[in-house]
């Protein structure tokens, strides 16, 4: 998983847990801590003999919390596959828009669930799909307003990484074309 730290980006991966210890790699390197929950909100970390006491405030969406650790405060946000895919795509291809044209698949994955047909007009926060990869499931959302040209797949269908599942047709595009 990657996580947002401020504005710094990390990989995270959990190599182990037994009990409360945790064996974690943050950037590829190995922290082995005792992690336990005090009460609501509040944990004790224990890395290298040091104990630290976290307090941890999860936001509505389960996915960004904002963590007070020694007098300071770091929001952390959690970026699933999704976000971290449409964070790649938007670095290689600088010029276009937030939203690309055409839903790719990230990795090969199976098709939960289409919530869409050709011709649907969605807004920005829309869900297009449910793909469920490495017994994760993930939705896709729209970043931008767009109406569904296409849709490839169907539900229960496996697909291979960089399948086209759906084409859009993009407000942007609406307007270059006027």
Known sequence: MEIQVGNKMMEA???SKEGNHVKV????????VDVCMLEDNVCSLIHKGTSYNAELTRENDNR???VNLNYS?????????????MRMRKSKNAVSSIQPDVIT??????????????G?????????????AMKMMSNYKVAEDCIIKEVNVKEGES????AVLAK????????NEK
């Open 13 to 15: 991966t959990l190599l």
């Open 25 to 32: 790699a943050l950037d590829g390197k190995v922290y082995d």
């Open 64 to 66: 960004h919390y904002r």
């Open 73 to 85: 405060v770091y929001d952390i946000n959690m970026l699933d596959s999704q976000a971290k895919y």
């Open 105 to 118: 698949a990230p990795m090969p994955c199976k098709i939960v669930k289409v919530f869409v047909k050709p």
């Open 120 to 132: 649907d007009k969605l807004k920005a926060g829309d869900s297009v799909l449910t793909m469920e």
């Open 159 to 162: 697909v291979m990484a960089n």
């Open 168 to 175: 859009l047709e993009l407000n942007n595009q609406n307007d």
